[in-house]
């Protein structure tokens, strides 16, 4: 169940159990109202740690997000934020930098110039901060964006990040079959009032075989497994992969990419790029 601190409460935590959800994933972003105000959140700080509390009284599994590279903010901040999940003892982190999203009040004010953007550069700086310092502690960066102890790993991320099959339910849920993907549409009202109707109104795609290799690199480098090179020749062995060897080489050159029994993995000083890598290696 994915939530905002402002959810928590014992009335809604009792009636997640007795449906049996049995994991809770908080919004928290940050644990200073700085931070937070700038993001234009609903909730503050210390709503943010009593949900925590009352999340690990009810919930063994749990997870919280944290947001870097936030405008008006610092490195020693990040820092902090970091260490007050921690003091939590959270078996799972998921870190995420902010994306300025065009029509809304940051990029207005960044805009502006009433507040600077964070560099790429302290943006990569935060990353390697928060995966040096977790991987220290034990926790598995399983996925770019996501640190766990071992055994809480999420499994519904997992399963998208291994291809499986999976139905999404809800506004804007997308869904998996293999090969088709369909996305429920957004609009709040217009869902409930397609659902009266017995219908749900969905966009869908089907994946051509150059779209599914595509999505296989991206997940691949993304993930701890990394991307695996004999899946690929024996999986596409059809399509010209001759300019995808070509950049995997000169990028195992350029210390980009690491081989490891042959599956590429970026290194580490290059991991924070790893979606530009990826999208590098895209055929067309």
């Known amino acids: ?38 993001m234009n959140r609903s909730h503050n700080s210390s709503t943010a740690t009593h949900a925590i509390e009352l999340i690990k009284d009810n919930f063994k599994n749990f997870s919280i997000d944290l947001i870097y590279g936030i405008p008006e903010s610092s490195f020693d901040i990040w820092k902090s934020n970091i260490d007050i999940g921690l003091k939590y003892d959270v ?13 809304t009040a940051l990029i207005k004010l960044i805009e502006k110039n009433k507040i600077k953007e ?16 977790l991987s220290g502690l034990g926790y598995i960066n399983y996925e770019f964006s996501s640190f766990a102890k071992p055994g809480y790993e999420c ?7 291994n291809r499986g099959k999976y139905i999404g339910f809800g506004p804007s849920a997308h869904s998996f079959d293999g090969i088709k993907r369909k996305w429920n549409i957004s609009n709040n009202q217009k869902y409930i009032e397609r659902i009266k109707l017995n219908s749900i109104a969905y966009e869908s795609e089907i994946l051509s075989e150059t779209d599914i290799l595509n999505e296989i690199i ?58 530009g890598i990826a999208s590098d290696l895209f055929i067309t």
Do not use: A
């Open 118 to 133: 964070v560099s790429d550069t302290d943006q990569k700086l935060q990353f390697e901060h928060v995966y040096d310092y």
């Open 1 to 38: 169940m994915e939530c905002n601190p402002d959810d928590i409460n014992i009335k809604n935590i009792k009636g997640w159990k007795k449906n049996n959800i049995n994991r809770i994933s908080l919004g928290v972003q940050s644990f200073f109202d700085s931070d937070l105000e700038l």
């Open 91 to 103: 078996p799972h982190i998921s870190t995420y930098v902010l994306t300025v999203e065009p029509k």
């Open 218 to 275: 991206m997940i691949g480098l993304r993930t701890s497994k990394g991307l695996d090179l004999d899946l690929i020749e024996s999986k596409f062995s059809n399509l010209n992969l001759e300019k995808l060897r070509q950049q995997i080489q000169l990028k195992i050159l350029d210390g980009v990419l690491v081989k490891t029994d042959n599956k590429l993995h970026p290194s580490r000083d290059y991991k924070f790029l790893t979606d």
């Open 155 to 161: 499994k519904n991320n997992v399963t998208y990040w």
